[in-house]
C-alpha cells in the first residue's frame, strides 16, 4: 500500500508562488495526478506526470501557471505554482493513478490528506 503525503501550502497573496510536496512512502514510480476541491465543489484535477517516463498532461485552467515534477530519490512529486490567483483557493490532492483518464479523480487511489492553499485578494 502506498501512502502519500502532502506539504507546502499556506496563505499567500495573489501573484505569489507556492512549491506543494507530495512525499511517497516508498518507489515513486508511479503515475500521480495533484487534484484540488474547493468548498462546496468538486475534487478537479489539475496536472499528473507519467511513472513510465515523466510525460506530463495539465487542466487548461493551469497550464502555463503550474508545473508538475517529480525528485525519484526523494520519492518525492511537486506542484510548483506561479501567479497564484484567489480562485486558486482549495484543498490540493496528490494520488496514485490506477488506470484511465488522467483527469478523473475515479481513476486515482491512494491519496494523502490534503494541504490548505488560500490565495487573498
Known amino acids: 500500500q502506498v501512502q502519500l503525503t502532502e506539504s507546502g501550502g499556506g496563505l499567500v497573496q495573489a501573484g505569489d508562488s507556492l512549491r506543494l510536496s507530495c512525499a511517497a512512502s516508498g518507489r515513486t514510480f508511479y503515475t500521480v495526478g495533484w487534484f484540488r476541491q474547493a468548498p462546496g465543489k468538486e475534487r478537479v484535477f489539475l496536472a499528473a506526470?507519467?511513472?513510465?517516463?515523466?510525460?506530463?498532461y495539465y487542466a487548461n485552467s493551469v497550464k502555463g501557471r503550474f508545473t508538475i515534477s517529480r525528485d525519484n530519490n526523494k520519492n518525492t512529486v511537486y506542484l510548483q505554482m506561479n501567479s497564484l490567483k484567489p480562485e486558486d483557493t482549495a484543498v490540493y490532492y496528490c494520488?496514485?493513478?490506477?488506470?484511465?483518464?488522467?483527469?478523473?479523480?475515479?481513476?486515482?487511489?491512494?491519496w494523502g490528506q490534503g494541504t490548505q492553499v488560500t490565495v487573498s485578494s
Open positions: 494520488a496514485v493513478h490506477r488506470l484511465g483518464f488522467y483527469d478523473r479523480a475515479q481513476n486515482y487511489d491512494y
Open positions: 506526470i507519467l511513472g513510465s517516463d515523466d510525460t506530463t
